[in-house]
């Protein structure tokens, strides 16, 4: 549910951002049922989740999760990768955070009666609470996960694993840097608005 870092990767055409936001709630084989820039968002969304999985900065990020999340490692770095995303926005991205979602919010508004139910479900609440600029409070990362965990109908501590950013925060921040620029180099980013990560890596 990384939404924030797949807009950053995206194009400034609207339905490829739209496209991009809604990846994780489209699934199967994608026909017309979308425009074609929604198409291409999503296609765009499934290539960074598939470089995602191989990529060895991701897994490393995972591997420094306690190994009592298990199989849900990948969606806490997912959200993670978002609350560095959000925190380190002006570094990357050319438009300020808070006009950037206002924009995608206004598009998700306009399109709503082709959003997949699922997610036209949640779009108030995002909308209302500001998700996309939400996620730099750490107190939101608890919420997320919180609310993802409870929606998993295996037992699971989601609730618990915010107290994971803190442990490896610097860390965890420096992998994030370090995938997105691997994602640009593998020509992941398609965004004209991107800004090179000013921070150092190592």
Request: hydrophobic content about 40%; charged content about 20%.
């Amino acid at each position: 549910m990384n939404y924030l870092l797949h807009l950053l990767l995206s194009t400034s055409d609207t339905e490829h951002l739209v496209g991009n936001i809604i990846g994780d709630f489209v699934k199967g084989t994608l026909h017309n049922q979308y425009p074609p820039g929604i198409i291409a968002g999503l296609r765009q969304h499934r290539r960074l989740d598939s470089f995602a999985r191989d990529n060895e900065i991701f897994r490393r990020s995972c591997a420094r999760i306690d190994k009592q999340y298990g199989r849900y490692r990948p969606i806490i770095i997912d959200i993670f990768y978002d609350h560095f995303t959000a925190v380190n926005w002006q570094r990357y991205h050319q438009q300020g955070l808070e006009e950037f979602a206002a924009a995608i919010y206004a598009s998700l508004q306009q399109r709503r009666e082709i959003l997949p139910d699922s997610f036209r479900s949640i779009l108030p609440r995002m909308i209302d609470k500001n998700w996309l600029c939400a996620y730099r409070d750490p107190a939101t990362i608890k919420r997320a996960l919180s609310h993802i965990g409870s929606r998993i109908t295996r037992p699971n501590q989601l609730h618990l694993a915010a107290s994971e950013l803190q442990r490896h925060y610097t860390e965890l921040e420096n992998d994030c840097h370090i995938f997105i620029t691997a994602a640009r180099t593998a020509g992941l980013d398609v965004s004209p608005l991107y800004l090179s990560p000013l921070l150092s890596i190592h």
